[in-house]
């Protein structure tokens, strides 16, 4: 049995040194398909279809986005405010959300305060 698992921290089976150059992490090596924003409602299905939905395929989506967020808003020669202010907004809705129900039960309470 000539059966390999891919492993963390291994290079996509895409991605060709020669070809490529240096390795981004930020770039998806795979068989480019139609843009999204480009896909025509009558051709959505077959589009969504094509996607992989393996975990390790999920895991790669967010690990590049994560580093095209890092490359455009933390890696920068001059970081500016941006990315602190995500960071505070996001922990903001987080926290918000998690909540909403003591919001609601809150508010409902004739004589509170």
Do not use: C
Not at 8 to 33: F, T, W
């Amino acid at each position: 049995m000539n059966f390999k698992l891919p492993r963390i921290g291994d290079y996509p089976k895409e991605y060709n040194v020669k070809v490529h150059g240096p390795y981004d992490p930020a770039r998806y090596y795979g068989k480019p398909d139609t843009a999204f924003g480009q896909v025509k409602l009558s051709e959505l299905g077959s589009w969504i279809a094509r996607r992989n939905m393996m975990p390790n395929a999920v895991a790669g989506l967010f690990s590049r986005g994560f580093w095209r967020w890092q490359h455009k808003y933390m890696l920068p020669r001059y970081v500016g405010i941006a990315p602190i202010i995500q960071f505070a907004v996001s922990g903001a809705l987080l926290f918000y959300f998690l909540n909403i129900t003591r919001h609601r039960e809150h508010a409902k309470k004739k004589y509170h305060w």
